[in-house]
Each structure stands twice: as structure tokens, then as C-alpha cells.
């Protein structure tokens, strides 16, 4: 074990030939990193810095025009004496005083105008809900042993394999699974993937539009993630047809994403809302996992059997004022960090057949080097949107440091402390080793991980809903107060990083619905 938690040195080692397949003819090669995240505190990327603050002074430059139009509007009214005099200079008919005040006032008035104009409507995240299982679908992790053995699918290599990754995997004795992927037949056919989706996507729209007090046909854009489940008709369409919503609804469905894909959803639905005013948006994110259920021996693919659960979410978002008063946040930035331009990155988490022809979601070694470097690219450029002026200016005063005189062998640059800009942090239950490397490298305290632990604890991983169920925690603790913010940052094949930054409305007191009312006086727990 402690062989596997060490550093290991980059090594290529050439595999011949690729033979068959869209690869065919190509140079295959494994790259054995380490497995753990890199240390952001040893290089920082100025080009990420720079991508920040330029979508920072896109915003700022009309406040800078509208601070030098005030200044120069204040000193021509003293250079006449200020407004007194400026004023009987007016009434005694002096034009050029007049003149020069009134084109000065109307380029100021002209610019505040034009910065409201530019500024895209605020989106208003109204309510959320996730789905909870019935208690038929909870196992434990010895039941979900018994159970795979029991089923028939396994060899006991593979299912010791598996109990061994379960007893570290930080997922307690009350996740749900659907009960198709244990019996011994098929469990990957659309018919058993289409009852998990229905299930899991109508329980969370139901619960959803009787919280919000909104009929189906209310809505004007659906935007639904599942990413390796997509059937003919599309979910989107499934959800169109099952609550018979209007004809003209703006409905798009993502697949192949991985577990950011619901902050994908997310900046879509934002756009849309952008380009169309007055409008209601759903984003349903889930998995089906019966579909992609892995009955083979190869290792790598087993692991996502371990740590993947049944869950989805359905967010409430609305760009129309009158909103504004029922809303708990509002939307204030999306970064989205794509590295599949990489062969490593894009090949970490892939789908493939096994040697038996079985298909399965295989999990490279690299991954958590991958992830790494996803992650700090995208908070690399969130700072710059988020970080107190402070925290920036010392980073930028350490770097120039270091740049003009250098630094002692071995030291560290300056890394802005994150928590000096959220107040709450959501980050994807992928597992308990990727949550405690970004614990360790961002410097985060129990507290601020807390939600994370306690959904891969309670819920497992549920993929791209799984940073809804960290808030619905948050929620159910009453920890969210007005004008708190709270990062939601998410990561997935591709590879990809993605963030959502949310600020609260008002005090987000203690739903009524909740995935969490029946075992939250049961949290924190011990993992």
C-alpha cells in the first residue's frame, strides 16, 4: 500500500502498434506517472492568470470610462467655481459653460447606459432537488459483495479486488443501487437503462415542480446530462413527452461529458437564458449506471463498479426580475477548462471493450495526475474573477519577487487561500483519495470539505448530481446565509475541470424536501 501512495517517476514505455480499430496503425504507449495530484504551489501558469483577469476587465472597463468621465465632469464644474457659480453662469446665458457640461453629462449618462445594456441578465437559480432512492435499492458494501458474488458475474479474484477497494473508498453502508445490475442476467440493455432513468429523472421533477409551484409547460428550455446512457428518443425527449410540455420548448441533451457535464448543462442553459428573455430553464443531470455496469475481470474497470451510485438532479433556473424575490442564489461565474487536446488527458477515462469483449469504463493511472493539472488551469483562471484584491496583489508582488530577484532552492510561490472567497465549497465525490489531495493542495479545512465526505459517504458517487447533493447538505444544515458564496467545482473525462461560482439571495433555511431530513442528525460522520 504504501508502494502505491509514493511518488512514481514518468516513465514511456512503447507497446508496438496499434492493430485494429480507428486507432489502427498507430504508436501505442502507457505513461506511468504518479498517482497523486501534482503540487499546485511549485508552477503557476501566467497564461491562466492572464485568461482570468481577462475576463475580469471585460466587466471593468466600463466602470474605469465611467470613473474618468466623473473626474473630468467634477473638474470642469470647479473650474467655473463650482456648481454654484456654474449655475448663475447658466442663467446668464454663458452657452460655452453650458455646452461643455452638458456634452460631459450626456457621454457619462451615454456610458452607464451602454454598460447596463452590455450586462447579460442575471440568472436566478430558484430551487433544486435531488433524488433520493427508495430504501429497496440500499446496500451496504458487505451486501454489495454478497450480492456480486451471488449474481454469478464475477470470479473471486475480482470480487476480493473489489472489497478491497470499497473498505477504502470513504462510501458508507446506505448507497442505492439499482437491484437489475445484480441479478444474473443482463443488466446493460436499454430497457433496464431506460427504467433507472425514468425513475431517477421523474422522481427529481416531480419533486422539483411541487416545490417551485410551476406546471411543466412553464418551462422553455431543457437541458438534460447523462453521459453514457443516450437512447433514440433522447431523454430530453422522454421528459418532453412524459409531462407533455409545450411544442416549442428549446431541449438539448448531452452525452460522453463525464462528471462535469451538469456544470456544462449549467453554462448552457445560461446562454440560452441570455438570448431569451422572460424564460424558465430546467437541467436535469444524472447516470444510469445499470446501463455501463461492468461484469468482467480487468481491474481498471472494475473501479468505477465501486464507487458509482444511483442519483440524479433537477435545478430550477430563471432569468425574469420577478423571480428575483422567491430565488436562493444567483448565478455569478462559470470557468470551463477542456484538456483533450492532451492524448494523456483524453485517454484517462475511457470506454472501451475488455479482452472478453465486455464493455466497461476503463480508469488510467494518470488520473490523478490528469486531474491535477485540469484543476489547477481552471482555478489558476478563477482567481483573478473571485479572490479578494488583497490576496491578488501579494500573489502578484511574491511572483514579480521572484521573477526580478529569485528565491531560495526549494522555496514556494505566494497561492491565494481560496477560502478568503467562498464560503462554502462543493467539490465532485469522486473518491476519497481525490478529495484528500485537493484538501491537501488547496489548503482546505474539514469544515469546507465536509459536504463533499459526507455525500461520498451517504450517497457515493452519483456523477455530475453529485455537487447538488453536497449543496442540498449545506442547505439541510442551515449553514447558507445571505450573500454567502459557494464554489461548485466538478471534473470528468476529456478531460475536463469545470467551476460554478453561486451567491445566496438569503438565508437558506432548512427545506422541507431533502434528500437528507431522514439521517442528517446522523452527519458529520467518521470516514
Known amino acids: 500500500m504504501a508502494a502505491e501512495q509514493a511518488l512514481l517517476s514518468t516513465e514511456i514505455v512503447n507497446r508496438g502498434v496499434e492493430a485494429s ?55 470642469e464644474v470647479q473650474s467655473v467655481g463650482g456648481p454654484t457659480d456654474l449655475w448663475s453662469k447658466m442663467c446668464d446665458g454663458e452657452s460655452y459653460d453650458l455646452l461643455t457640461v452638458i456634452a460631459l453629462f450626456g457621454v457619462l449618462v451615454f456610458t452607464v447606459l451602454i454598460y447596463f445594456v452590455s450586462q447579460p441578465r442575471p440568472i436566478y437559480l430558484i430551487d433544486f432537488a435531488c433524488y433520493r432512492p427508495s430504501d429497496e435499492f440500499k446496500v451496504s458494501k458487505q451486501d454489495f459483495i454478497d450480492l456480486a458474488r451471488k449474481s454469478g458475474k464475477f470470479d473471486e479474484p475480482s470480487l476480493e479486488f473489489q472489497a478491497k477497494i470499497l473498505q477504502s473508498s470513504g462510501i458508507g453502508d446506505e448507497t442505492y443501487i439499482p437491484k437489475a445490475i445484480m441479478s444474473p442476467a443482463n443488466c446493460a440493455t436499454m430497457k433496464e437503462g431506460r427504467i433507472e432513468a425514468s425513475t431517477v429523472i421523474f422522481g427529481a421533477l416531480d419533486e422539483l415542480f411541487e416545490k417551485c409551484r410551476i406546471q411543466p409547460k412553464d418551462i422553455g428550455i431543457l437541458v438534460v446530462n447523462c453521459s453514457l446512457f443516450n437512447p433514440t428518443p433522447s431523454l430530453s ?27 456544462i448543462a449549467l453554462d448552457l442553459a445560461k446562454d440560452m437564458l441570455e438570448a431569451n428573455p422572460h424564460s424558465l430553464a430546467v437541467v436535469v443531470s444524472t447516470e444510469a449506471i445499470t446501463f455501463t455496469w461492468y461484469n468482467g475481470r480487468n481491474r481498471s474497470m472494475l473501479i468505477p463498479n465501486c464507487f458509482f451510485r444511483m442519483g440524479g438532479s433537477a435545478v430550477l433556473l430563471s432569468n425574469r426580475r420577478r423571480d428575483f424575490p422567491r430565488a436562493k442564489y444567483q448565478l455569478e461565474h462559470i470557468v470551463r477548462t477542456h484538456k483533450g487536446s492532451d492524448d494523456r488527458s483524453f485517454r484517462c477515462i475511457h470506454q472501451k471493450e475488455d479482452d472478453q469483449r465486455l464493455k ?8 490523478m495526475e490528469v486531474g491535477g493539472h485540469a484543476l489547477k488551469t481552471n482555478i489558476t483562471t478563477l482567481g483573478p474573477l473571485v479572490l479578494p484584491v488583497t490576496e491578488q496583489l501579494l500573489f502578484f508582488a511574491m511572483l514579480m519577487w521572484r521573477t526580478v530577484f529569485g528565491g531560495p532552492d526549494g522555496s514556494k510561490p505566494y497561492i ?72 461548485q467545482l466538478a471534473f470528468g473525462s476529456g478531460f475536463k475541470c469545470n467551476s460554478v461560482v453561486w451567491r445566496a439571495l438569503r438565508r437558506v433555511k432548512r427545506p422541507t424536501r431533502n434528500p437528507w431530513l431522514n439521517c442528517l442528525d446522523q452527519y458529520p460522520v467518521r470516514t
Open 21 to 75: 480499430g480507428p486507432d489502427a496503425g498507430s504508436v501505442t504507449f502507457s505513461v506511468r506517472v504518479r498517482r497523486r495530484l501534482p503540487d499546485f504551489l511549485q508552477s503557476v501558469n501566467l497564461k491562466y492568470v492572464k485568461l482570468g483577469y481577462h475576463y475580469f476587465i471585460n466587466h471593468a472597463i466600463y466602470l474605469a470610462t465611467v470613473l474618468v468621465l466623473v473626474l473630468a465632469f467634477g473638474a
Open 237 to 263: 425527449a422522454m421528459i418532453v413527452n412524459h409531462y407533455k410540455m409545450r411544442s416549442n420548448i428549446l431541449s438539448f441533451n448531452l452525452g460522453g461529458m463525464g462528471c462535469s457535464a451538469g456544470i
Open 360 to 367: 466497461g469504463i476503463a480508469i488510467s493511472r494518470d488520473l
Open 416 to 487: 491565494p487561500s481560496y477560502k478568503l472567497a467562498f464560503e462554502h465549497f462543493c467539490v465532485h465525490a469522486a473518491s476519497k483519495n481525490v478529495l484528500d489531495e485537493l484538501q491537501k493542495n488547496l489548503g482546505l479545512s474539514d469544515r469546507n470539505m465536509e459536504a463533499s465526505r459526507m455525500t461520498l459517504h451517504r450517497f457515493g458517487n452519483t456523477s455530475s448530481s453529485s455537487i447538488w447533493y453536497e449543496m442540498a447538505y449545506l442547505e439541510g444544515k442551515e449553514r447558507v446565509h445571505r450573500g454567502d458564496r459557494l464554489w
